[in-house]
Structures are given as C-alpha cells and as structure tokens.
C-alpha cells in the first residue's frame, strides 16, 4: 500500500476513535457530575477509542490475519500498552485545556490536539512493537 493512502486511512481511523471518545465522554459528562465525570469520561471514552481502533488498525491498517484467543490477547495487549504513553499525552492535553478555560468547547480542542500526538506516536509504536510482521504481510 503506498504511504499516502495508508496516512489518509490512518488519520480516518484516527477521527472515528477520536468521535467515539468525545461521544462517550459527553454521554458520561450530561450523567455524571464533574469533577467526578470527567475522570469517568476521560476513562471511558478512552476505552471505546481504544477497542475501535484496535479493530480497524489490525483489520486495515497492519493486515493481520490472526484469529486465535492467545495471539488476540497479547496483540491488543500490546496494543494497549503502547496506548499508555500516548493516552497520558491526551490526558495532559484534554486536563490542562479544561482547567485553563472551563468551557466543554475547550477541553474537546485540548483532547483532540493530545490525540492528535498522540496517534502520531502510537503508529510508530504499534508499527515497530505490536504489528511487526503483519505490516502488509497478509494484505488481502
């Protein structure tokens, strides 16, 4: 797959996760009050980001066919681990932009720049730690 395509499906992948989260997150925001919501939202929210894009990264973006419970497991394991670093990014972001200007409208720009760096920093893991040899490997 040429490198331009694979960017643009990326970054779309990257945009579905990211709507999901800020849908979750205001789903649990509107029933929670903050501040107690928002560390609920900030969880959530990441979790359902999270499985979505595992689900289109494995399937259409690193091609990989395996099936099994144990090799699902430890990739989205992985998986997961990598998202640490760059999720406390998001986190950074999104927290700092609601304390600065406590408004709902602010604290979405500060997540979506976090997951933005985020999503840049997570490739370059996934790519290198979790996908190796599924990089275009089982392309159909």
């Keep these: 797959m040429k490198g331009s395509s694979l960017i643009y499906k990326y970054i779309f992948f990257a945009v579905i996760a990211t709507l999901l989260n800020l849908l979750v997150q205001r789903l649990v925001l509107y029933f929670i009050a903050k501040p107690t919501g928002l560390i609920a939202a900030l969880f959530l929210g990441t979790l359902v980001g999270l499985i979505a894009k595992y689900v289109l990264d494995k399937r259409w973006i690193f091609y990989d066919g395996a099936s099994g419970v144990y090799q699902n497991s430890r ?3 992985l998986y997961s681990v990598m998202g640490i670093l760059t999720t406390l990014i998001f986190w950074m972001f999104e927290t700092v932009f609601w304390f600065i200007w406590h408004t709902e409208l602010m ?3 500060g997540a979506l720049i976090g ?3 985020g999503y840049i920093i997570k490739f370059h893991l996934d790519r290198k730690f979790v996908f190796v040899a599924e990089l275009g490997a089982n392309k159909p």
Aim: aromatic share 22%; glycine share 22%.
């Design 75 to 77: 990739r989205f394991g």
């Design 107 to 109: 604290r979405e720009i």
């Design 115 to 117: 997951l933005g760096f």
